[in-house]
């Protein structure tokens, strides 16, 4: 700008000349935050990209956001059947207070950006697919935060596409490792799992020297063979799963039961002595005589269990394949003895084992 002057020389005023740069301002506003938005992605893709695992990667990623967007938290909400969300995974402070004005956002398919009742700034991304359980990111800002701008709006729908694809690969990973472990036609544990399982459990029992031992049962399908050959291995099968049900309705929570393969199964009796395996193993040729062949149509063959049991030695030298071998040779015993019935073998050093019949 200039001034100007009259012909005296006083001043008349100004003249200047004005370039409207509106646009320019707004397009390097637009490229910084764009920058800082492609930092904090990248910041936030490289430390997921770290991990390998499903929940290291959901762990990185809600890690990341609070830093990147200036939030109180962030958390992975699950929707259970009574339509109430749940926490499964956060980082940074406890979201219970907002989970009832959060429950009200989660009926919507898309994200939701609302106000909590201590006036926080509230963000919730629904997983787009309504399967069950569903999934929802939540971030909130402490009360009197700003709200979420469309670049938070923009970096939250990334991080909740990552939160999401962590969330279906470790639903994979569990859905494999669930495979991994069970048989397939009777849900039952396989004998790896058994195995590793019964493992861990002797180890505890040789830490600990006051607890109770336990015992292993190893479980054989008398007839199966002369079913298979007569009624079809259609109706096999439906002898296995009634087993494979049947077992699991009798073992505690605490017990393990698994089949081995074919019509062999094994049971874990944890806490169980000579006596209490007896009576168990007792009870389990009782119900076999009067529930299995009523389970399989047209069956006239006698379903029933010879079962051989091993107790746990006190000393502690017994490894799961120790227990098994001297359970499955008593089950051998049993068999030989007119199946239907049961046999306890003896203890390292002892003598005469206790047999009974179902």
């Not at 005296?8 to 301002?25: H, K, M, N, S, Y």
């Not at 009576?279 to 069956?299: D, E, K, Q, S, W």
């Not at 239907?340 to 179902?358: D, I, S, V």
Request: aromatic share 4%.
């Amino acid at each position: 700008m200039a001034p100007l002057l009259d012909a005296a020389g006083g001043f008349a005023g100004l003249r200047g000349i004005g370039r409207d740069i509106t646009a320019e301002v707004r397009e390097a506003d637009a490229q910084a935050a764009g920058l800082r938005r492609a930092q904090a992605l990248e910041t936030l893709l490289r430390r997921v990209r770290r991990q390998v695992l499903a929940p290291r990667m959901l762990a990185a990623t809600l890690e990341a956001l609070p830093p990147a967007l200036g939030c109180a938290g962030a958390a992975v909400l699950e929707v259970g059947p009574s339509g109430l969300p749940v926490v499964t995974h956060r980082h940074g402070d406890d979201p219970g207070s907002l989970l009832e004005a959060v429950g009200t956002l989660l009926n919507d398919d898309v994200p939701s950006y609302a106000e909590g009742p201590g006036q926080e700034a509230l963000a919730v991304l629904p997983h787009p697919q309504r399967r069950a359980p569903r999934h929802a990111l939540l971030a909130w800002r402490p009360p009197g935060g700003r709200p979420f701008d469309a670049d938070d709006r923009h970096l939250l729908a990334s991080a909740a596409d990552l939160v999401f694809v962590a969330l279906g690969n470790q639903a994979l990973q569990q859905e494999l490792e669930l495979q991994a472990r069970t048989d397939s036609l009777t849900g039952l544990l396989n004998r790896r799992a058994f195995l590793e399982d019964l493992h861990r459990r002797l180890e505890r029992l040789n830490m600990e020297p006051s607890r109770s031992g336990g015992a292993v049962l190893f479980v054989d399908l008398d007839n199966f063979k002369p079913l298979n050959d007569r009624m079809g291995h259609e109706a096999g099968d439906q002898a296995l799963i009634a087993v494979g049900r049947l077992l699991r309705d009798i073992v505690r929570p605490t017990d393990l039961v698994a089949r081995f393969g074919g019509d062999e199964f094994a049971v874990w009796l944890q806490d169980a002595d000579a006596e209490a395996a007896g009576m168990r193993a007792g009870a389990m040729c009782r119900t076999a005589v009067a529930v299995l062949p009523g389970l399989i149509p047209g069956c006239t063959l006698p379903l029933t269990f010879s079962i051989g049991g091993a107790v746990r030695a006190v000393d502690g030298s017994d490894t799961p394949d120790t227990l098994l071998a001297r359970a499955d040779t008593a089950m051998y015993t049993a068999k030989r003895g007119g199946r239907n019935g049961w046999r306890l073998a003896p203890e390292p050093r002892h003598e005469a084992p206790p047999a009974g019949r179902g």
